[in-house]
């Protein structure tokens, strides 16, 4: 078989600029799909530095094709970092979008310029291979029984660790695991939190909860209402009374962190309250996961509940996910 001519002399260039747009495409379209991975992986790691090198030494007699191949994989994990360095410093920053229209373009300018020269060139390096070509590179017919078996084993090799490596890259391990959670003020922003208020004054907070657990997790929230103080000469934390003021639980799904658009919530429920007793008081949130710990009975009723002060003391420690407002409340008179 001969070599190609016409456009198919620039078949590999030609595809390079068809591959990144549809890649494009698919990732507006189908974010979720497979193929996206797929082709996600050639675009950054080979395409980049391909187009490159093809631009670089369109001549056969340049480099062979092994060097090709190793060359288009090196420079494209040293262009692709470079692009996203320089992406950091202008005003779209590293987000998809912006990384997506510079390797495609970066993709398309070097692969046209690379027809152009290969349009050139006296004897132009072409990727159309053929087994006698092979045969040829590998030097089959001369090559020993040993080293036949060692280049069937380097190729097995090579391939494994494409592969191996595809598999990675499209099957990452989950991120970490956590849940947000946080008290907005009435406006719904981290301000106005009701800080000063009046005996039976009504306060307003907005509670919040983001499952990124990578699994359904049903969250129990206790609101406490505490009286404490620090005593510094024994670096002790006093408890001197706590009230349940109220309790809930919701389930939510898992939902995966969002590192391009804005922020947005997941649960969100309006929370009032009032506090009968001047003084400064702690209203602490305390969040569970799955299972609640019991609460005796007497702390259900209302009454002072000193026995249950482990809980205000293992937030404090950082044990139990956990938030907490300063109230000072002022009598009426």
Request: hydrophobic share 45%; aromatic share 12%.
């Amino acid at each position: 078989m001969g070599k190609p001519k016409g456009l198919a002399r620039y078949w590999d260039l030609i595809t390079v600029i068809a591959l990144s747009i549809l890649l494009d495409a698919v990732i507006f379209l189908t974010p979720e799909s497979f193929i996206r991975k797929v082709l996600g992986l050639v675009f950054v790691l080979f395409l980049p530095g391909y187009v490159f090198i093809t631009a670089l030494f369109p001549e056969r007699k340049e480099l062979d094709n092994l060097e090709r191949l190793a060359l288009s994989l090196g420079l494209s994990i040293a262009i692709v970092p470079l692009i996203g360095l320089a992406l950091n410093y202008t005003p779209w920053g590293i987000r998809l979008t912006p990384i997506l229209v510079s390797l495609t373009i970066f993709n398309v300018v070097f692969a046209v310029v690379a027809i152009y020269r290969r349009k050139d060139a006296f004897e132009p390096w072409i990727p159309w291979v053929t087994l006698e070509d092979i045969k040829r590179e590998l030097e089959w017919d001369k090559a020993s029984r040993l080293d036949k078996v060692l280049t069937v084993i380097l190729i097995i090799a090579i391939m494994a660790s494409i592969g191996t490596l595809g598999y990675v890259i499209t099957h990452p391990k989950p991120g970490e695991a956590f849940t947000e959670f946080y008290i907005l003020g009435p406006k719904g922003k981290a301000a106005d939190y009701p800080t000063e208020l009046f005996v039976n004054e009504t306060g307003r907070v907005i509670i919040g909860i983001v499952n990124h657990e990578h699994r359904n997790v049903t969250y129990y929230v206790e609101i406490w209402l505490v009286n404490l103080t620090y005593d510094f000469t024994t670096n002790e934390t006093i408890i001197h009374e706590m009230y349940l003021m109220d309790r809930f639980n919701v389930t939510l799904p898992s939902i995966p962190v969002n590192i391009e658009g804005n922020w947005t919530p997941q649960f969100e429920t309006n929370y009032t309250f009032k506090i009968d007793k001047p003084g400064r008081w702690q209203v602490w949130f305390l969040l569970f996961k799955d299972r609640e710990p019991p609460i005796p009975e007497s702390c259900l009723k209302g009454k002072n509940c000193l026995e249950e002060k482990w809980r205000i003391l293992e937030a404090i420690n950082g044990t139990i996910q956990s938030l907490k407002l300063n109230v000072r409340v002022k009598p009426l008179s």
